[in-house]
Antibody
Framework: QLQLQESGPGLVKPSETLSLTCTVS??????????WGWIRQSPGKGLEWIGH???????YYNPSLESRLTISIDTSRNQFSLKLFSVAAADTAVYYC?????????????????????WGQGMLVTVSS | QSALTQPASVSGSPGQSITISCTGT?????????VSWYQQHPGKAPKLILY???NRPSGVSNRFSGSKSANTASLTISGLQAEDEADYYC??????????FGTGTKVTVL
């Protein structure tokens, strides 16, 4: 049974870097059938897609976060990671990692599905000095 | 990208049917059949209950059904049960190849 587990510091200072890792068990992150993503949930903004990555290291980012964001993948450890730079209080949220199946979009080809079919339990990250 | 609009709360008695709306634009809900719905119990992660407007993942009750008309998608829960009390979020793929979520609806079973 697939499990995703977020880990990292729960408290980050303003202007510093938020770093989270998602460890996948019960399935291979190297599978060509899936993409791996991040979503966050804050009281003020609800659910927000952050971005996702394929085993080939192709990345897809939310334009509103792209300038501060890096998502990477480590297939040897079956993990993928999120780095969000220059954080502020508005980045305080529960961060979820999730899986997206590969999806056929017709003439444009295969990309991450328009939905997230498995989620980690989530991790609260607070940005505060 | 603005969040999709959902009613803040919907309630119903056990056994009744309720419907939650999710309104977007032609650039998201209205443009594609890429609407999904998630159920979230307090302190838990969202759980996918519908995708591509009408499809249920394996293991999800057939009491959950979806539909779409123009820029508005809908989730219907029939035979409402106490365990259905949760927050529900819609989501849509967009013309910008991004994902947008709804504002969320709290379902109360009376």
């Amino acid at each position: 049974q697939l499990q995703l587990q977020e880990s990292g510091p729960g408290l980050v200072k303003p202007s510093e870097t938020l770093s989270l890792t998602c460890t996948v068990s019960g399935g291979s992150i190297s599978s060509s059938r899936y993409y791996w993503g991040w979503i966050r949930q804050s009281p003020g903004k609800g659910l927000e897609w952050i971005g996702h990555i394929y085993y080939s290291e192709s990345t897809y980012y939310n334009p509103s976060l792209e300038s501060r964001l890096t998502i990477s993948i480590d297939t040897s450890r079956n993990q993928f990671s999120l780095k969000l730079f220059s954080v502020a209080a508005a980045d305080t949220a529960v961060y979820y990692c999730a899986r997206l199946p590969e999806y056929f979009y017709g003439s444009v080809g295969f990309f991450g599905a328009p939905y997230f079919d498995s989620w980690g339990q989530g991790m609260l990250v607070t940005v505060s000095s | 990208q603005s969040a999709l609009t959902q009613p803040a709360s919907v309630s119903g008695s056990p056994g009744q049917s309720i419907t939650i709306s999710c309104t977007g634009t032609r650039s998201d809900v209205g443009g594609y059949n890429y609407v999904s719905w998630y159920q979230q119990h307090p302190g838990k992660a969202p759980k996918l209950i519908l995708y591509d407007v009408i499809n249920r993942p394996s293991g999800v009750s057939n009491r959950f059904s979806g539909s779409k008309s123009a820029n508005t998608a809908s989730l219907t829960i029939s035979g409402l049960q106490a365990e259905d009390e949760a927050d529900y979020y819609c989501s849509s793929y967009t013309s910008s190849s991004t994902y947008v979520f709804g504002t969320g609806t709290k379902v109360t079973v009376l």
